[in-house]
């Protein structure tokens, strides 16, 4: 049974939610802003902005370190956020909620420690053709450390994952094969940054499970629009970013199953992920501290947790229903621009819109956008196998969050069509 707390039935009005922004009152180049650059890292709500001040204004002291008032209280209020975090997720534990940078220092951490765990020569890993860079490269590393090799599940293409061959129940070479010997690791995103797909992540994770194979889920791109439950899952690493859903840059969290979290090993060293220190030998702190090196970024985490009751207090099903409307309105109006063609097409997406335009560079429609108070996304978006992929350099993309709103797609679409007559 999901231990969340009961959702706060507030009607969801934009108008209401926009006022909370205080960055879309800014004008760009004369004009109001329209942000749709949401999957690189969305705006952030004055609460959250408050939450991350008042810290520094009235509790700013490092954590765990001193028994004076002040790290009592900024410790306290790094405590309280984890938990919410594990309410937010429905984690068994609140130690199995692991403070990071972001969704690339969890990978990293993930990778480097897994690899050192399970990794031997002749291994794999399998990851998805979709993924962003900071779900290959880690992996990639890690292969080239312990002699495994990284494999890729193929993108169809709609932009799903092409899952027939892993259905396959012989152990052969395929690429893209669950291999029962050799598989180790699965990891893949929920939610892609550039085409926007929802994963099927859930049953993929239970067939890797019968096999023994460790799951490892991207959730970047799923934290501020989808309701996250890693039990219900079964993965057993679940990574994601603060500032993708409303909360401050720098801030991140690996979940991890507690039993695996506990073997794996730590991937920096230094204070407060330590029990003792002799020149000899070092133990290491309990969960989830072992993987907490150095001071951590306390303003963001708290930061973040009002983030997460800030999402809450407004329903994520609701924004998600909101975005909806965005992205089947944006792909219908966009589709009538003359050799408009969209990348990803997928039925079960986010508000995520990427798009190419014969005869039109993304580099030059982005800065005539721009130009225009629209701020939107250009090039390979960290997914150069997927540009590869469907044969283009780059795309331009438009990503929604709950305070956009069907006008500002109409100006998006506008100003779209006019850019065209002009590069062309
Ligand atoms: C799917 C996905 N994974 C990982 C990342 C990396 O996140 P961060 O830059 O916050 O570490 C991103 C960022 O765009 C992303 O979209």
Known sequence: MSTKAAPVTNAFS????????????????????VYFDNAATSQKPRRVIKAES??????NAN??????????????AQE??????RRHINAKHVHEVIFTSGTTASMNLAAFSLGQLLLKKGDEVLISGMEHHAN????????ERHGAKLKVIPVTDSGEWDLKPQRRSDATDSATSFSAERTRILAISHVSNTLGTINPVKKLIAEAK?????????????????????????????????????????TGVLYGREELLERMPPWQGGGEMIDTVTFEKTTYAKLPFK???????????????????????YDKASMAAHEHILLEHATKELLTVDGLRIIGTAKNKVGVISFVIEGVHHYDLGTLLDQQGIAVRTGHHCTQPLMERFSVSGTTRASFACFNTVEEVEVMVGATRKAVKMLR
């Open 80 to 85: 309280a956020a984890r938990e919410i975090i």
């Open 54 to 59: 008042a810290y520094y204004a009235t509790i």
């Open 291 to 313: 993987f907490e090196a150095g001071t951590p970024h306390i303003a963001g985490i708290i930061g973040l947790g009002e983030a997460i009751r800030w999402m809450e207090d």
């Open 210 to 250: 019968k096999l023994g194979i460790i799951t490892v889920v991207d959730g970047a791109q799923a934290i501020a629009h989808l309701d996250i439950d890693v039990q219900d899952l079964g993965c057993d690493l679940y990574a994601f970013s603060g500032h993708k859903a409303y909360g401050p840059t720098g």
């Open 136 to 143: 290959i490269v880690p992996w990639q590393m890690a292969c």
């Open 14 to 33: 934009v108008e209401e939610i926009r006022a909370q922004f205080p960055i879309l009152k800014e004008l760009i180049h004369g004009k109001p802003l």
């Open 63 to 76: 954590v765990h370190r001193g028994v004076h008032t002040l790290s009592t209280k900024a410790t306290e």
